[in-house]
């Protein structure tokens, strides 16, 4: 079994079984603020479980590069995670479908400018990879006393090229 994973363009179909893709629609839903904003509506689906709250943190992740080694991917049991690019530049997102409580192969996804991703609770998936400094997002996930986080390590790591 070959152990490189080869990136794919992030599309809202593709990603559709392990979350939404945040990006602006072809048309607004709605002019707002007297004609001079268009609001894109509801982009995604956030779910915090019972116990939970929405928390907005700021994250400065460190920039990886290609290719990049795959070992360890997590998943938060309780509630949804986005990541919203406060740049330009695209990042890389890995994600895997869950096989009888464990990772399966994963995927790994490269954005566009601009558009940002909210993984589906319980999703696997890797740590945040930007590929250029300064590695800025806002993140918006559940905020609560109860644990929210499983990391599985891959020995060995996965190969994620371009």
Same mark, same amino acid.
């Given at each position: 079994?070959?152990?490189?994973?080869?990136?794919e363009?992030?599309?809202? /179909?593709?990603?559709?079984?392990?979350?939404?893709?945040?990006?602006?629609?072809?048309?607004?839903?709605?002019?707002?603020?007297?004609?001079?904003?268009?609001?894109?509506?509801?982009?995604?689906?956030?779910?915090?479980?019972?116990?939970?709250?929405?928390?907005?943190?700021?994250?400065?992740?460190?920039?990886?590069?290609?290719?990049? /080694?795959?070992?360890?991917?997590?998943r938060?049991?309780?509630g949804?995670?986005?990541?919203?690019?406060?740049?330009?530049?695209?990042?890389?997102?890995?994600?895997?479908?869950?096989?009888?409580?464990?990772?399966?192969?994963?995927?790994?996804?490269?954005?566009?400018?601009?558009?940002?991703?909210?993984?589906?609770?319980?999703?696997?998936?890797?740590? %945040?990879?930007? %590929?250029?400094?300064?590695?800025?997002?806002?993140? &918006?996930?559940?905020?609560?006393?109860?644990?929210?986080?499983?990391?599985?390590?891959?020995?060995?790591?996965?190969?994620? &090229?371009?």
């Open positions: 079994m070959s152990r490189e994973i080869r990136a363009p992030l599309t809202a /179909e593709a990603f559709a079984p392990f979350g939404d893709v945040l990006e602006l629609r072809d048309a607004p839903d709605k002019m707002i603020n007297a004609g001079l904003c268009g609001r894109h509506h509801d982009l995604a689906a956030l779910d915090f479980g019972p116990e939970g709250r929405a928390g907005i943190s700021l994250f400065d992740a460190q920039p990886r590069s290609f290719p990049y /080694e795959l070992t360890l991917l997590e938060h049991p309780e949804s995670q986005a990541f919203v690019p406060l740049t330009e530049h695209p990042f890389l997102v890995i994600v895997a479908p869950d096989v009888e409580g464990k990772p399966g192969t994963p995927r790994a996804f490269l954005t566009t400018p601009h558009q940002g991703i909210n993984f589906h609770r319980g999703t696997w998936h890797g740590v %945040l990879t930007p %590929l250029h400094a300064p590695g800025l997002f806002a993140v &918006v996930d559940r905020i609560g006393a109860t644990p929210n986080l499983e990391e599985i390590f891959l020995d060995p790591p996965y190969i994620v &090229v371009p």
